[in-house]
């Protein structure tokens, strides 16, 4: 009596694919600013209020807080917007981040190789949530 015994493997819902993915871009963001917190000087620069030649003021704040909480809210539209929504939002914002981090290549200062890996990994969430989402199954009716 041999049978053969394989492992299961459920095919997971584009929404948790995406909903996991943004869950992982906002733990490598998080991890990127902790482990800059290490970086010599940058505490005296962020109590002077002025880092990379940024001034960091109520509006500085208020920006990077919209720009933090995007990955976020996307946890959640990812898994309650309608498909045709889903698909698109989270190509354009995935897009504008991948754009968000090139840009980021260029500010003044030395850019450190944790950061520079840090980019790399939130690169390949964006474009693995591009591709998720450009390939959503579509549905025979």
């Known amino acids: 009596m041999n049978t053969k015994k394989t492992f299961q493997n459920e095919k997971i819902n584009v929404k948790i694919i995406l909903s996991a993915l943004w869950v992982a871009v906002m733990f490598i963001y998080v991890y990127a600013d902790i482990k800059t917190l290490f970086q010599p000087k940058i505490l005296e620069q962020i109590i002077s209020g002025i880092v990379a030649g940024m001034t960091i003021n109520q509006g500085f704040l208020f920006a990077a807080a919209i720009l933090m909480s995007i990955p976020a ?5 990812s ?19 991948i754009i968000l981090i090139i840009i980021s290549r260029f500010v003044p200062g030395k850019i450190w190789y944790y950061y ?26």
Do not use: D, K
Not at 80 to 91: A, E, G, K, M, Y
């Open 73 to 77: 809210i996307m946890i959640i539209l």
């Open 79 to 97: 898994l309650t917007l309608r498909p045709n929504i889903n698909r698109w939002v989270n190509i354009i914002i995935s897009f504008l981040f």
């Open 116 to 141: 520079i890996y840090y980019q790399s990994i939130e690169a390949i969430f964006h474009f693995l949530i591009i591709w998720y989402a450009w390939r959503w199954p579509i549905q025979e009716e």
